[in-house]
C-alpha cells in the first residue's frame, strides 16, 4: 500500500462522483480534455485545492487569493469573478450531495492550442476549468504511524526560474524528488534550496522542533503553504516561539521532532529522515499539541463561516 501524507480511506462513493468541466457535469470515466489543452501540453496551468468541513470551505479566502496571485504570476486571466468561481464549486459539491470530508482540486489551464506549441498566442481558447470533488478522510492510522522522508538531490528552485511559491501544473521536478525518496525506501522527498538550506518537502511544507521551538524554512524557496502559515499562525497565538530561518541537516538530525504540513493532511509526524531516527515517538507531544491548535483554527473558522 501506497504510504504517505494524502492516505484517505476508501469511499466507494467516489466511483460515482460528477465532476466540473467548463459549466458542465461529468462522471469520472467520461470527464476529459482535449489533447490540446495546454496544461497537457506544456504544463501551462495552476491549481488550488480545498477542504470541506462541516458544510464550509476551510480559509476559502486564502485559497482563491493564492490562485488570483498565481493566475497573474503566469499571465492567466480568469474570465469570471471570485465569487462566480466559488459559486460553481458549491454547484459541484451540491450536485454531488457533499457536506463533510471532501476534498476539492480546482485546476485551470490557459486553454486549447492551436497546434502543439509553448507559445500562449496559439491558444484559441479561454481557460479550461475543471473541479474535481472526492470523499477523502484522511487516515487516522496513517497519521499516527507517521512518514519518513529522504533528502533528494533535486533543489528547490530559485524564484527567478520558476518561483516554488507558484502552484503550477508543471510538477516534474518534484515527481523527480519523490521518485529518488521512494527508491531509496521513504515515503515523501525532502528538498534543500539553491544555498543547501532545507526548504521543504516534494508536496507538503516542513518544520522541525527544537528545544520547545519551531522552525521552519524563510518561505524563500518553498511552496506558499495555507496551512503553513496557518501552523505559524497558531503559535504566535499561543506564545509558540515559532522561527522562519535557514537551517541545515544538521539541524534536522538533532530535533527533537519534525512534521509536515498540507491542506489535506494537516500536520504529519515524520519518525525517520535520510534513516535517522527523529525524536522519541512516531508522533511527538508537540507535534500532537500543535495539531490540536490547528484543528481548532479549522473549528473558529467553520463556526464563523457557516
Not at 491549481?47 to 497573474?72: K, P
Not at 529518488?180 to 543547501?196: C, K
Request: net charge neutral; aromatic share 10%; hydrophobic share 35%.
Amino acid at each position: 500500500m501506497v504510504h504517505g501524507t494524502h492516505n484517505a480511506l476508501e469511499d466507494i462513493r467516489n466511483k460515482n462522483i460528477k465532476i466540473y468541466i467548463n459549466g458542465e457535469f461529468f462522471s469520472r470515466n467520461d470527464a476529459k480534455i482535449s489533447v490540446f489543452d495546454s496544461g497537457y501540453l506544456v504544463g501551462d496551468g495552476i491549481w488550488e485545492a480545498l477542504r470541506l468541513h462541516n458544510g464550509v470551505l476551510v480559509f476559502l479566502e486564502d485559497h482563491f487569493e493564492r490562485l488570483w496571485q498565481a493566475a497573474a504570476t503566469v499571465g492567466i486571466t480568469f474570465p469570471f469573478t471570485k465569487e462566480a468561481l466559488e459559486k460553481e464549486v458549491w454547484n459541484t459539491l451540491k450536485l454531488n450531495n457533499m457536506h463533510d470530508d471532501v476534498h476539492v482540486r480546482i485546476m485551470i489551464t490557459r486553454g486549447i492550442k492551436k497546434t502543439p506549441s509553448q507559445d500562449p498566442r496559439l491558444t484559441i481558447s479561454g481557460p479550461n476549468v475543471v473541479i474535481v470533488p472526492e470523499f477523502k478522510k484522511a487516515s487516522t492510522e496513517s497519521k499516527e504511524k507517521g512518514i519518513t522522508l529522504f533528502t533528494s538531490t533535486i533543489r528547490r528552485g530559485s524564484p527567478d526560474y520558476l518561483d516554488p511559491r507558484l502552484n503550477c501544473h508543471s510538477k516534474l521536478h518534484e515527481v523527480q524528488a519523490l521518485i529518488q525518496a521512494i527508491e531509496a525506501g521513504a515515503d515523501e522527498a525532502l528538498m534543500l534550496d539553491v544555498n543547501g538550506f532545507v526548504s521543504t518537502c516534494n508536496a507538503t511544507n516542513f518544520f522541525i522542533v527544537t528545544n520547545n521551538e519551531v522552525w521552519t524554512s524563510t518561505g524563500a524557496y518553498c511552496m506558499n503553504g495555507i496551512t503553513r502559515a496557518k501552523v505559524i499562525e497558531a503559535c504566535e497565538k499561543n506564545n509558540i516561539i515559532c522561527k522562519q530561518k535557514d537551517f541545515s541537516l544538521f539541524d534536522v538530525y538533532g530535533a527533537d521532532e519534525a512534521f509536515v504540513t498540507g491542506t489535506f493532511g494537516g500536520l504529519t509526524p515524520v519518525t525517520k529522515i535520510d534513516g535517522r531516527t527523529i525524536g522519541k515517538k512516531s508522533y511527538g507531544d508537540f507535534t500532537r499539541k500543535l495539531s490540536t491548535l490547528y484543528n481548532n483554527l479549522i473549528e473558529d473558522y467553520v463556526n464563523n463561516n457557516g
